[in-house]
């Protein structure tokens, strides 16, 4: 069974950081996007960042460019989204997703009907 999990959402001052996690199981990683999208409270989701199948393309929203960076362990299946200089409106539920997607350097972070695979979500809370 496909399946993605995200962890590492938690309770952060303004200013501090956190380093979220995205799991992937029963599938690897080199032949799937893996996107990061995040809902706050009455807000629609937004996409926050994405990494492509090869690795070799990333996208961020501008909210967050220079702030969150992407990484990805190929032989743990895991990506990895370390985010410093956290502000209040960072706060959301976190979520991970997976399209199935072979295109070179490519990913997307405007559409989700493009992720077949969603997780549960990891809270984000940044303190004022």
């Known amino acids: 069974q496909k399946q993605v999990a995200e962890s590492g959402g938690g309770l952060v001052q303004h200013g501090g950081s956190l380093r979220l996690a995205c799991a992937a199981t029963?599938?690897?990683?080199?032949?799937?996007?893996i996107g990061w999208f995040r809902q706050a409270p009455g807000k629609e989701r937004e996409g926050v960042s994405c990494?492509?199948?090869?690795?070799?393309?990333?996208n961020y929203a501008d909210s967050v460019k220079g702030r969150f960076t992407l990484s990805r362990d190929v032989a743990k299946n895991t990506v990895y989204l370390q985010m410093n200089s956290l502000k209040p409106e960072d706060t959301a539920v976190y979520y991970c997703?997976?399209?199935?997607?072979?295109?070179?350097?490519?990913?997307?972070?405007?559409?989700?009907?493009?992720?077949?695979?969603w997780g549960q979500g990891t809270q984000v809370t940044v303190s004022s």
């Open positions: 997703a997976a399209d199935r997607n072979d295109i070179l350097n490519f990913c997307s972070i405007t559409s989700t009907v493009r992720y077949d695979y």
């Open positions: 029963g599938f690897t990683l080199r032949y799937y996007a």
């Open positions: 990494i492509s199948s090869n690795g070799g393309g990333t």
